[in-house]
């Protein structure tokens, strides 16, 4: 047996196997068609293949056979890539309803979260800020009367006491849902949390933006402050830097950020899976269908740069006030 024979041989046991793949396929997709022409056109295959074996072992088999043969392989092979193509575009539909929802469920369990946050901070303002304000209220006038000095000194410090709880009441309350990001907007809310920070760290925060009192959507200014913030902190706890240098600005329809320290780096893909946050940043930022690029070496600091598209994040987290909207439209509501 020759060579030629011998792959002629396997093209024929191929061409069998892939048949038989083709028929167990046909339910698997809607698109049947596809692996109908694939059946067929893999089995005018195999009969080509046998026609040539048996041509080569000297059988006369007919020259319109073959070109027959051809004009149906290529018709079939050729309704399949078209089919192809068709399922092609189908998966990738589904794959992009599949990130849309994806995006959507993070951004509803974002808005979520706030929400608790937003609630959890003005219970604590609300109930327990003013039951602190009237217990030192009490105590002070209690001081004024009493002046035994053993018990005017107990008054004081627990009056102390009381001061700092409300002053960390305050500031746990701001921390669950910034008072100054939601009146004044991002670039304040920042340049807030970065003098508070800077109060309780020696490391130099700078902070530049051109913006002044532009407002945004919700999720993108709360989505945005977070990021920031997280950004701020891992600097601060783990990278030892003596300056972090953070710039905000508005170009057209788009938000950067870009932020900077001169810490020791580290390794970012060895950190996605880490405590540090950065899938956490990275999922917050997929959220607003917005990028998230991070460079880093051990050694040689950190570098992040986020872009948001304003009217692509809104659309794409806000598709229900959206549709409201159009269908109000529709209905010739204002």
């Known amino acids: 047996m020759t060579a030629t024979e011998i792959l002629l041989i396997v093209a024929i046991v191929l061409q069998s196997v892939a048949t038989v793949i083709a028929i167990l396929l046909i339910n698997q997709t809607k698109f049947n068609v596809l692996w109908i022409c694939c059946i067929i056109g893999f089995s005018l295959l195999t009969v080509e293949r046998v026609c040539q074996l048996l041509a080569y072992d000297g059988v006369d088999v007919p020259r319109t056979t073959f070109i027959w043969l051809g004009i149906f392989i290529s018709l079939c092979f050729s309704i399949g890539v078209l089919f192809a193509n068709v399922l092609i575009r189908y998966i990738d539909r589904i794959n992009l309803n599949r990130r849309l929802l994806e995006n959507r469920l993070m951004t509803a369990v974002l808005r979520a979260e706030e929400r608790s946050r937003a609630d959890f901070s003005r219970e604590l303002h609300d109930g327990l800020g003013p039951l602190l304000s009237s217990a030192k209220m009490s105590l002070s006038a209690l001081s004024a009367q009493d002046e035994a000095y053993d018990r005017k000194e107990l008054i ?24 100054v990001l939601n009146n004044f907007g991002l670039a304040r809310g920042i340049q807030n949390f970065i003098d508070k920070s800077c109060t309780v760290h020696s490391t130099k925060i700078v902070f530049k933006t051109n913006l002044s009192a532009e407002r945004f959507d919700s999720n993108i200014e709360t989505i945005l402050y977070r990021v920031v913030c997280e950004l701020i902190n891992n600097s601060l706890k783990h990278s030892g830097c003596t300056r972090i240098s953070v710039s905000l600005s508005l170009s057209g329809d788009e938000l950067r950020l870009h932020f900077e320290d001169d810490g020791r780096g580290f390794s970012p893909h060895d950190m996605l899976g880490c405590g540090m946050g950065l899938s956490n940043i990275n999922s917050r930022i997929a959220s607003l269908n917005g990028s998230f690029d991070i460079e880093s070496r051990p050694g040689e600091g950190m570098r992040a740069d986020i872009c948001v598209n304003i009217d692509s994040a809104i659309v794409h987290s806000l598709p229900r006030r959206r549709d409201k909207i159009k269908q109000k439209r529709e209905n010739g509501e204002d």
């Open 156 to 179: 004081d410090n627990t009056t102390y006491v009381i001061d700092e709880a409300i002053r960390s009441l305050r500031e746990i309350s701001n921390n669950l849902s910034p008072h």
